[in-house]
């Protein structure tokens, strides 16, 4: 139970990725495309590093999927020419950037409205090449888009008559089947994802209008989406890392999750309270409250109970209390709950092979939220 | 209550900094403190910005306190010379940092525990000058700290028997008053941080051990604390900016908050639901679940129901549902929950003064978690 002395050579804490494991995540991703025929579009968004966005592509993915317009940027600047930002461009100075972005990738965009679409229309005129567009419907995550069917089809049929745009398709994320309890919840949702956007496309052909790609599928989601006739492209973006909550979902296990936090225990204030010196500057607040929302790799007698900025106070189980159960300067390599905020909270990870630092991870898309 | 365009010349999401409101906040703690004669050392985890340390030493600060080594060298490399390092540091890597440090700026540093104060003797001996070291209580937070009275006064006898180090005296965060549910439980709360370190440094003194520092006081408790007998010194650090948890505490209104994230509408699927452009990525995970954790200024209608990375979730009350009441394109000026983590969240901020942006703000802290 002793604890490894983990990378001694490191400051801690720090943010190690395991490139073996990542290697293996998009490997494995690529085949679930690849055995389903559906395109593979992962969302970067997770690791926001170019090293990483050119081993998915090297791997077989279409294309890839950014969030926001600055993501984008930065991976067109590594030299990714076929992006997909899934979020609604709206008003001059993002008009004017994606303009430029056009200049030099082939870049689709999503939305749910038809004042985006005024928009992008007026781009796509002035630039004498349409801008693709695939519009957002709600499968059930209440975030972005209308309802699937009538709603929709009404809305696509109202940006369809745009000059500028071209209308390819339909999205979904189904950002709630992250909350199911059971697999079988998970299997719900995410064949709802697909069936919902499926029927309603078949409405807008009934209509004359053609979508030609469906979209849909996030880490927990993809497996099962990707098998539902009519589906053309997924786009997962959490598996190139994994983290708690995939676990929680059963869609990952300790030994995939390949993004971790070394940690130092700077504090034994009592038998079985600890402190490590990450908390939320690291780790984020994201999933905090629900148990076990954080995992120290290896040691199932810790239990995290809260993060502060600098701080993780955890305990350790009886059984673990004894004083060599977790000393002052020991290490512990903590899963974050959901990873890809904590990225986006480092300049760099340190990527590894066999317990061996082989090279630096730019995060180059780090706080890109314009 | 149809919403101003706010600083249509920048594009957003983006981080706001009211000056004026900022140099107000920093003049009334200066003056809690001098009237009730203690030294005031803001925290400047809040703000990580050099330009606005040195506002508040020219308001009279004594020094700073900075939550990590890596805060601290950025805070030296500005010019600032009397530094609190609140966190224990362990390790030779981070003491060969400090002994950089100490080269160039007055340091002291706290900790809880036995092995952390003989990492810090050996440099002390080393450097021919020994490390000045305050020993955290744990007054109620359960984060850091022995209990208060005789565990800390024993373990404030052993460390001062160590050769390298002065224990110069006794340091608390009271966090747990944060959680306080009224302004009579926020009081007792922060009353005790004061009365529970200046009996035990009466402990010591019994014993032959003189504690001449007693630091304490965070924003909401720093007001009532500053008051009791024998505190010596206040730390508190969100006071600069102030936040919506500030505000619930009753110890901030929304005048008084002075950063925010303006952010844009880019989405109305529904009559009672919008989305804008600023999710965790700008505002953290900080705080969700509790209603209204997050405030849109100045907009009683609009309340906010989650977040994601890029996406702010609300809804309108039925009142202010009326088509015109928020339309894609508007703009939100957002309080965030818990400003600290949302400042690290970005490069750089806009200060402006009435309502014009005068000065970029560098936040030249960000990200340093070691």
């Not at 290896?298 to 189980?317: A, I, K, N, Q, Y």
């Amino acid at each position: 139970m002793r604890p490894v002395n983990l990378y001694p050579e490191l400051d801690t804490p720090t943010l190690v990725v395991d490139l073996d494991v990542v290697e293996a995540n998009i490997a494995e991703m690529a085949e679930v495309a690849r055995r389903q025929g559906v395109r593979l579009r992962p969302h970067t968004k997770t690791h926001k590093m170019p090293r990483l966005a050119h081993l998915q592509l090297a791997a077989g993915a279409a294309g890839i999927t950014c969030a926001k317009l600055g993501e984008a940027e930065v991976m067109a600047d590594a030299g990714c020419t076929d992006i997909l930002i899934a979020y609604p461009l709206w008003g001059d100075l993002k008009l004017r950037r994606l303009r430029e972005l056009r200049e030099r990738a082939r870049v689709r965009v999503s939305l749910d409205s038809f004042e985006v679409a005024e928009g992008l229309g007026a781009l796509g005129r002035d630039s004498g090449s349409p801008v693709e567009i695939l519009v957002e419907v709600d499968t059930g995550h209440h975030r972005l888009g209308l309802p699937p069917g009538r709603p929709t089809a009404d809305l696509v049929r109202r940006i369809a008559a745009i000059a500028g745009v071209e209308v390819i398709g339909l999205l979904t994320h189904g950002g709630h089947a992250y909350r199911s309890r059971t697999p079988e919840e998970l299997e719900v949702a995410a064949r709802r994802e697909g069936t919902d956007l499926v029927e309603t496309a078949e409405l807008c052909a009934r209509e004359g209008i053609t979508l030609a790609e469906i979209s849909v599928g996030s880490t927990p989601t993809a497996r099962h989406v990707a098998g539902v006739a009519g589906v053309t492209e997924v786009r997962p973006g959490t598996y190139v890392f994994n983290d708690a909550a995939m676990m929680r979902l059963g869609v990952a296990t300790e030994s995939t999750v390949a993004a971790r936090v070394v940690s130092t225990v700077v504090s034994r204030p009592g038998p079985d309270r600890f402190v490590v010196d990450a908390g939320t500057k690291c780790l984020t607040s994201d999933g905090a409250g629900t148990p076990d929302w954080i995992v120290a790799a290896g040691r199932p007698d810790v239990h995290f109970e809260f993060l502060t900025e600098e701080h993780g106070v955890g305990r350790l189980e009886p059984s673990g209390g004894r004083p060599d159960a977790l000393a002052i300067g020991d290490r512990l390599a903590i899963l974050p709950s959901h990873v890809c905020p904590v990225i986006n909270l480092f300049d760099s990870a340190c990527g590894v092979r066999g317990g061996v630092v082989t090279e630096t991870l730019v995060v180059a898309g780090r706080g890109k939220v314009r």
